[in-house]
């Protein structure tokens, strides 16, 4: 038989400074420490359901302000264009202000009074946020947001021959001031069935178009993604959230090449999508000119 051990005050305490108390390769605790307490986790609570959504109103063109993201740039010329022309007032945002003179003399004289100018950097949150805040004092609301920011061609070489701020250049242009300037001016029209968020994005993230594009299309991918994340983070946005998918070039009426799209029928296009509010989540790819003319109809 064993004989029945008694411990001393003392004697647990000695045990507990070598570590004695924690079994076999337990670790050691300081007399008068505490020990490390457990984490625990806790799941994020979901945002709650709104209780009252915005009916589904009719409005008329004049009353809708349509802010154009990338509208300086080369689509976004033909999507002012096309929106303004339909009788939308249109806002603009860019940090170049000489841009933006050369878009009011593009546009037709008849509609330069509805166009909305606003010298900002929306490359920044901070710039974003004072750019809505600028656009809203300007034009009073916003209804619709058209996103076409970023470049439509890079060839700068292969990787190897590339340096990581080329390759940052290259993800602001076409990723990070989409995710930027979205969380800025999507709160703006998510809860309202009669707003619209659309985004023009193009067919490079799909593959590398030829040798050399490959940042291109890194960039190009990550806007897909992006835009992938969003139907599916908020499936249930009253906003119409959509995508028009461009697998083609874009130039204007002097530089057409066979199988481009002419940038003021594509604005159209996009000018109707927003027009007619009548989808939603979708991706809409327009791959030839025949495309184009359909998506009109």
């Known amino acids: 038989m064993f004989a029945k051990r008694t411990f001393s005050a003392e004697s647990v305490r000695r045990r507990a400074r070598v570590g004695g108390g924690a079994g076999r390769g337990g670790a050691r605790v300081a007399e008068g420490a505490c020990p490390r307490p457990r984490l625990k986790l806790r799941a994020r609570a979901a945002p709650a359901p709104l209780t009252h959504l915005p009916e589904l109103v009719h409005m008329a063109n004049s009353e809708r302000v349509v802010l154009a993201l990338g509208g300086g740039g080369l689509v976004g010329r033909g999507v ?14 860019s940090r170049d202000a ?9 546009v037709s004289p008849s509609t330069r009074d509805n166009l909305i100018t606003v010298v900002g950097d929306i490359g920044s949150e901070e710039g974003a946020e004072e750019a809505k805040k600028a656009v809203l004092k300007a034009a009073g609301k916003v209804t619709d947001v058209v996103s076409s920011l970023g470049f439509s061609w890079w060839q700068g070489g292969p990787p190897h021959t590339q340096n990581l701020k080329e390759l940052l250049w290259v993800l602001e242009a076409l990723l990070l001031s989409t995710f930027v300037s979205w969380k800025a001016f999507f709160p703006l029209v998510r809860d309202d069935p009669n707003c619209t968020y659309t985004f023009i994005t193009g067919g490079a993230g799909d593959k590398v178009l030829m040798p050399g594009t490959g940042f291109l ?36 009426p002097e530089r057409m090449a066979p199988g481009y799209l002419n940038h003021l029928e594509l604005g159209e296009a996009v000018a109707a999508l927003v027009e007619r509010k009548t989808d939603s989540h979708k991706v809409f790819c327009i791959d030839t000119p025949a495309d184009l003319k359909t998506f009109l109809q």
């Open 217 to 252: 299309t890194v960039g190009a991918a990550g806007a897909l993604a992006f835009c992938q994340v969003l139907r599916e983070e908020y499936p249930e946005a009253p906003c119409k959230l959509n995508q028009l998918k461009v697998n083609t070039g874009v130039a204007p």
């Open 80 to 93: 002012v264009k096309a929106l303004l022309d339909r009788g939308f007032r249109v806002a603009v945002i």
């Open 98 to 106: 000489s841009r933006l003179e050369q878009l009011k003399a593009f």
